[in-house]
């Protein structure tokens, strides 16, 4: 009963979010980067047409005013063709006709959730099947009322899919977490749209312990590397190859204490074998502001660097 109970308010907090209080300005909407892609599942047609449609694509993304964001998006707009025709138009020259049915999709391309879609006809003739495609994929129009209204539908859906699924999302990143992926977890966590303003702030404080271990656990690691470095080659070259990694941890990391001592090492040696000048400098300790700041950096990095990945992490299955 209680179950039913909590199951009941559950729903009714989803409702009163997606209905109420979360109405969003076209500004705010905007805030929510989408990506273009266009996946190799699609039918096969000519390699100079799939650049001709790329474009397309980036100019839908550009003229809707959805590029840009913190970091790099998970979401993502992509298509399919299904060639409706293919005539030879006799000549001469003899001329190829297509009429392509071309569907967009928007949607999540990491969890391979899709949100909407909208399909468009558009003709083309050419001298060849290529120029056709061409021809055809050059029609469809950016501000078409029914893409533009397919993307604000995508990106309404997008809030309320946060807004409504937030503990299962920092669930999922946690569990991540818990598994070593750190930087998996923290971009999960940080592509929370800020227009999202309760999530992200779940989000947000979620990240902070998460980045804390990915921070230690890339201490040790270099650590680790700089020593090794340090051993291969106990003179000038293997004290600036040791220097180079150890300058790059973040100061406020756990073991850095070790580092020091490392560096402490290396200068005592360099300056038994003569090199009195050697002495690489390390940042200092960070106060608060300066962790904040370099924090923020961290996650909008380690963000753009996940999602920079080969496109094959999108998973579009079952879109079309």
Same mark, same amino acid.
């Given at each position: 009963?209680?179950?039913?109970?909590?199951?009941?308010?559950?729903?009714?907090?989803?409702?009163?979010?997606?209905?109420?209080?979360?109405?969003?300005?076209?500004?705010?909407?905007?805030?929510?980067?989408?990506?273009?892609?266009?996946?190799?599942?699609?039918?096969?047609?000519?390699?100079?047409?799939?650049?001709?449609?790329?474009?397309?694509?980036?100019?839908?993304?550009?003229?809707?005013?959805?590029?840009?964001?913190?970091?790099?998006?998970?979401?993502?707009?992509?298509?399919?063709?299904?060639?409706?025709?293919?005539?030879?138009?006799?000549?001469?020259?003899?001329?190829?006709?297509?009429?392509?049915?071309?569907?967009?999709?928007?949607?999540?391309?990491?969890?391979?959730?899709?949100?909407?879609?909208?399909?468009?006809?558009?003709?083309?003739?050419?001298?060849?099947?290529?120029?056709?495609?061409?021809?055809?994929?050059?029609?469809?129009?950016?501000?078409?009322?029914?893409?533009?209204?397919?993307?604000?539908?995508?990106?309404?859906?997008?809030?309320?899919?946060?807004?409504?699924?937030?503990?299962?999302?920092?669930?999922?990143?946690?569990?991540?977490?818990?598994?070593?992926?750190?930087?998996?977890?923290?971009?999960?966590?940080?592509?929370?749209?800020?227009?999202?303003?309760?999530?992200?702030?779940?989000?947000?404080?979620?990240?902070?312990?998460?980045?804390?271990?990915? $921070?230690?656990?890339?201490?040790?690691?270099?650590?680790?590397?700089?020593?090794?470095?340090?051993?291969?080659?106990?003179?000038?070259?293997?004290?600036? $190859?040791?220097?180079?990694?150890?300058?790059?941890?973040?100061?406020?990391?756990?073991?850095?204490?070790?580092?020091?001592?490392? $560096?402490?090492?290396?200068?005592?040696?360099?300056?038994?074998?003569?090199?009195?000048?050697?002495?690489?400098?390390?940042?200092?300790?960070?106060?608060?502001?300066?962790?904040?700041?370099?924090?923020?950096?961290?996650?909008?990095?380690?963000?753009?660097?996940?999602?920079?990945?080969?496109?094959?992490?999108? $998973?579009?299955?079952?879109?079309?």
């Amino acid at each position: 009963m209680k179950k039913g109970i909590k199951n009941m308010f559950l729903l009714g907090v989803a409702f009163a979010l997606a209905n109420s209080g979360y109405a969003q300005s076209k500004e705010e909407l905007n805030r929510i980067a989408i990506s273009s892609y266009v996946s190799d599942q699609i039918a096969a047609f000519p390699e100079a047409a799939k650049d001709q449609l790329k474009n397309k694509l980036s100019q839908v993304v550009t003229q809707n005013g959805m590029t840009g964001g913190l970091i790099g998006s998970r979401f993502i707009i992509t298509p399919n063709i299904n060639v409706l025709t293919k005539d030879i138009i006799a000549g001469p020259p003899a001329m190829n006709a297509l009429t392509l049915e071309v569907t967009l999709f928007v949607g999540d391309g990491v969890d391979g959730k899709k949100f909407a879609s909208k399909s468009v006809t558009v003709k083309g003739v050419g001298t060849n099947e290529t120029k056709a495609y061409i021809e055809a994929l050059r029609m469809i129009k950016p501000n078409d009322p029914g893409i533009m209204s397919m993307l604000e539908d995508a990106q309404k859906k997008i809030i309320n899919y946060y807004n409504t699924s937030c503990d299962a999302i920092v669930k999922s990143a946690e569990g991540a977490a818990s598994t070593g992926n750190y930087e998996a977890a923290i971009a999960q966590l940080t592509s929370i749209p800020d227009v999202c303003k309760a999530c992200y702030d779940k989000g947000m404080a979620a990240a902070t312990p998460i980045y804390k271990k990915y $921070n230690d656990f890339k201490c040790g690691t270099k650590l680790a590397e700089a020593r090794a470095a340090w051993n291969a080659n106990q003179n000038a070259q293997g004290a600036g $190859n040791a220097g180079v990694i150890m300058a790059s941890i973040d100061p406020n990391a756990s073991c850095y204490s070790e580092v020091l001592a490392l $560096n402490k090492e290396i200068s005592a040696r360099m300056t038994e074998l003569g090199d009195k000048e050697w002495d690489y400098k390390f940042e200092e300790r960070q106060g608060d502001v300066e962790i904040e700041k370099a924090r923020i950096k961290a996650y909008r990095d380690i963000g753009v660097s996940y999602y920079s990945k080969p496109v094959t992490i999108y $998973n579009v299955r079952g879109w079309w």
